[in-house]
């Protein structure tokens, strides 16, 4: 089991910026592959971005490449997703999510069914 914890979330103007962070804890937390996803009202949880488990690779939505950056310290069992040059379109509620070891290599790590263990969210609201 994975718990996850998200914080970090909160109101911004157009064009500010927001640090996320993902606290992890359970066993292998440290080699999972970690992802955020977004979901706003009325639309479908979308993908954002995903880390692998050495933080080596990183994988972005083409809606936030140049602007978000996901970077993890497993010492401390923290994902951090730095959000800079916020659009009101990124308003949504984020979610942090781990997948089991090698799932994402059979089913990508873009897609929700390949991560079994989710937070509660945050809140990202951006004003325009």
């Known amino acids: 089991q994975v718990q996850l914890v998200e914080s970090g979330g909160g109101l911004v103007q157009a064009g500010g910026s927001l640090r996320l962070s993902c606290t992890a804890s359970?066993?292998?937390?440290?080699?999972?592959?970690m992802g955020w996803f977004r979901q706003a009202p009325g639309k479908e949880r979308e993908f954002v971005s995903a880390?692998?488990?050495?933080?080596?690779?990183?994988d972005y939505a083409d809606s936030v490449k140049g602007r978000f950056t996901l970077s993890r310290d497993n010492a401390k069992n923290m994902v951090y997703l730095q959000m800079n040059s916020l659009k009101p379109e990124d308003t949504a509620v984020y979610y942090c999510?781990?997948?089991?070891?090698?799932?994402?290599?059979?089913?990508?790590?873009?897609?929700?069914?390949?991560?079994?263990?989710w937070g509660q969210g945050t809140q990202v609201t951006v004003s325009s």
């Open positions: 999510a781990a997948a089991p070891v090698g799932r994402t290599a059979a089913v990508g790590s873009r897609t929700p069914i390949a991560y079994d263990y």
């Open positions: 359970g066993r292998t937390s440290s080699s999972a592959v």
């Open positions: 880390i692998s488990s050495s933080g080596g690779y990183t």
